[in-house]
């Protein structure tokens, strides 16, 4: 269930995966996962910006509390849970004094290049906000209700288990979710869900279905600076992307499609290796 809207002005939530550096390696192989790696220069570049132009980076927890709704407020999450959380996102948005929101795929964690259970409590310790996503990262509406249930509430059982409270927000893996996912969630004991949908988070938005903008390797600064800035075409041709692409999931079915989407991206990173 993605969609798209134009809300003239609110919060954007940027999206982050996984981070590198040249002495930082992340373990990451597949090359559609590396599409979402952002080297922490990028990084470190794209924060300089919001706190050298005042943006109010903030958590969704303080949005809830003091209501600051402006067109210059901005929310940092990073899903997945990747180590290079700790080792190169936490020194930045420490350089800036930012906070950011955590998912985190709970089947992955005390695993290779994946956070600890003790880095997971350690950063929300350090102001973190940490939240679901999901156990194992399956798409959520490719499964039957049972399974969505396991997925929500283990994962969330066992963060609540590492941190000694309630996790309440979640983020759906792939931002792949329908009424029923929804619905489950909620049920799970979830507040706040974030979903993929590229639009600005407004006062009146659902707050189970809140907007983010992915940002990804081929972001380019410029592209961020309209996204953050709120600009309107920017927004439009995101969400044109996405309509595009839940087209074609309807036509070819989500298995081919990915097949498809691997191949185009790997003959792309062949073009330009040998060009």
Known sequence: ?????????????????F?????????????????????????????????????QVITLDELSKNAVW????VIITIDDGHDSIYSLALP???EFGFKAELFITTD?????????????????????????HAKSHKFLD????SMIA???????????SILGRTIETLAI???????RVLEIAKTSGYKRIFTSKCSVFGSNDNWCEIPRFTIMRDTSFDEFKKIVNQNPMVRWRKGMRDLLREILIGLFGKTLFYKIQKTRFLLTKHLFHHS
Request: proline share 3%; no cysteine; glycine share 6%.
């Open 92 to 94: 930045v948005l420490n």
């Open 173 to 179: 893996p792939g931002g792949k979710y329908n009424k």
């Open 19 to 55: 981070f590198e550096d040249e002495s930082h390696s992340s373990g990451i192989e597949k090359p559609d996962e590396k599409a979402y790696m952002i080297h922490i220069d990028s990084f470190r570049n794209q924060m300089k910006y919001l706190k050298e132009h005042d943006f």
């Open 70 to 73: 402006t067109n210059r407020g």
């Open 108 to 132: 992955w964690i005390d695993s290779p290049d994946y956070l600890s259970a003790a880095r997971i409590k350690e950063l929300s310790h350090k102001g973190m906000e940490i939240g679901s």
């Open 1 to 17: 269930m993605r969609s798209f809207s134009f809300v003239t002005s609110g919060i954007v939530v940027l999206i982050y995966h």
């Open 150 to 160: 396991v997925e929500l509430s283990e994962s969330k059982s066992k963060l609540s």
């Open 142 to 145: 490719d499964l039957d209700e």
